[in-house]
């Protein structure tokens, strides 16, 4: 999962140097990266415990 | 009174400045992984992954010009960013929370810190400044209105820098690619370090 989400801001870095016009996949894709953090994040986080005795 | 505005070729440069910022923070961030071995946890790589995006979402303004979208990009980015490393950081100041374990304790325990220090600060809480440094610097940003207007021809040399530092981007970005590829493969990455292969040869 954290692969595929570098793997998207690579491309993303990549359309960027190939592609000089204004193209909406560029940030579509570093977007996409960070919800894929957020659900990583999501997934780390034991919601049902410690998330709730450190609050 | 005359308004200070910006011209969009040097709120490009500025933004050049700030994605060389980043990847220098990024590649300073692999020397203290290696000098160290020091395999980096999962929140520590989405740390990674939030600074390479604040880092595109600049260059997107150095390559297609100035843009409120692409500050947006670097705003949500740093949020992202700062919200894990505040996540890290109250993690290691809670004492009734075993990093060891990654279980709540109702005994306080010394809670040690991940990673060594850097400057007196860790790698997390040296996050939280740098996300917040970007937030307050991208906001200023947006103050400056001149650099949206449709700039005239690009000098040369503007598009050059701005393929140097796309370059320099996609170079650390599959860097990364690949050093997340060898430590974590296509699924979970191990929380606590754990040694691998590529980094104890």
Redesign the interface.
């Known amino acids: ?7 998207l ?2 491309i ?3 359309l ?2 190939l592609r ?3 193209t909406p996949w ?2 579509a894709l ?2 996409a ?2 919800a894929l ?2 659900v ?2 999501a ?4 919601f049902s ?2 998330l709730g ?2 609050l | 009174m005359k308004d200070v505005d910006l011209s969009p070729d040097f709120a490009r440069v500025l933004n050049f400045v700030g994605v060389m910022a980043m990847i220098a923070i990024l590649l300073g961030a692999y020397a203290y992984q290696f000098s160290y071995r020091d395999v980096p946890c999962t929140l520590c790589l989405l740390q990674r992954v939030a600074m390479l995006a604040v880092a595109t979402g600049a260059a997107m303004n150095l390559m297609l010009g100035p843009s409120p979208r692409y500050y947006g990009v670097c705003l949500v980015s740093a949020l992202f960013g700062i919200g894990i490393s505040i996540r890290q950081s109250l993690l290691h100041i809670n004492p009734f929370f075993d990093t060891k374990t990654g279980e709540p304790t109702l005994e306080a325990t010394a809670n040690p810190p991940f990673g060594e220090s850097v400057m007196g600060l860790n790698l997390y809480v040296w996050g939280v400044v740098i996300f917040a440094v970007v937030i307050l610097a991208a906001a200023v940003m947006l103050f400056f209105q001149d650099q949206f207007k449709p700039a005239r021809r690009e000098p040369k040399w503007l598009g050059r820098l701005a393929v140097v530092g796309v370059a320099a981007l996609l170079v650390v970005a599959a860097l990364e690619t690949l050093t997340t590829f060898l430590e974590c493969g296509l699924g979970d990455c191990p929380n606590n370090g754990g040694w691998t292969w590529w980094i104890a040869s």
């Open positions: 999962m954290m692969t595929l989400t570098f793997g801001l690579t993303s870095g990549l960027l140097l000089r016009g204004a560029g940030w570093v977007l990266a960070l953090g957020v990583i994040f997934h780390d986080v034991d415990s410690n005795l450190q």
